[in-house]
């Protein structure tokens, strides 16, 4: 009995969710660095090492065990995607202000916009449909698996509707560069020092040219896609999924960067069932 309350007393402290990216006000006034604790780090009743088990939790959360297209997944011998091909106009290539800051997991960051005006952040085009990045955090390791290989990070983009619904997420895989061929990713580059998980503070108006995450695993010309999920509870489903084939290649001392301020975040892959990969 007593292993069980202290059991669930672990879960109760030690677990926060993915970034609602709803920090998006700009504070000029306060300064460019502020303490604050952000929205997206409210204590929530599960966490990474038990992720196997979010279903028990609560009611709500039962699409954790019984969604039929949960996220992420292993991406096994599957050609590339002939369908859903997204586009980019809608990313200008150049930096916008936003707000920089740590999920208690790994950066993350959210661009500033009017309160409601959802319309003036970058926007991809899928399927005769217009979708907006609210924000980009990262997972360490990454949540998605090629061929059961796990990269040693992963960027999700995340993206609405004009109603601000979840809509479409783009999961970029962060790799070291070879050794020979030694890369520096200008999109890492720009974002300076890194916060790390035990920060509370936020860097308020960063300037982040998100087109270069895009451009650098090659305009998403190579991918996979798929009918997915919410990867946190209440695992809500709907989502489309796009998993460039190219990683987003960093050079050995970004990714020694990436990880110093990054803790373990990913969900274990689910089965793939009705995913409809690349229909």
Known sequence: MLVS????????TTAWCCPKHD????????????????????????????????ATI???????????????????????????????????????????????FAPAFTPHHPDGQIMQLPSMKFDDREVFLIGWHIHAPSEHLV???????????????EEDD???????????????????????KQLGPMIHFNDTSQLEGLQVNVRLAIDEVGG??????????????PCSEGLRWFVPKQELLVSEAQMVQILAV??????????????DINL
Request: net charge neutral.
């Open 220 to 233: 998403l010309q190579e991918f996979w896609t798929y009918k997915g999920s919410l990867t946190t509870p």
């Open 23 to 54: 920090n998006y006000q700009s504070h000029p006034h306060l300064g460019r660095r502020q303490v604050r604790i952000d929205v997206g780090r409210e204590p929530k009743d599960w966490n990474y090492e038990h992720s196997s088990d979010w």
């Open 147 to 161: 061929d059961g290989r796990r990269s040693r990070a992963e960027i999700h983009m995340v993206h609405v509707t």
């Open 262 to 275: 990054s803790r373990f975040s990913h969900r274990v892959p689910q089965e793939v069932w009705l995913h």
């Open 58 to 104: 609560k009611p709500e959360y039962h699409l954790c065990q019984q969604g039929t297209h949960q996220s992420p997944i292993n991406i096994v011998g599957q050609e590339l995607a002939k369908h859903h091909q997204p586009t980019f106009e809608g990313y200008k290539n150049e930096p916008l202000p936003g707000n920089f800051f740590n999920w208690q």
């Open 5 to 12: 309350v202290l059991f669930s007393l672990a879960i109760l």
């Open 166 to 188: 979840e809509a479409a997420v783009i999961g970029i895989r962060i790799g070291v560069a070879p050794a020979d061929t030694p890369t520096e990713s200008a999109f890492i």
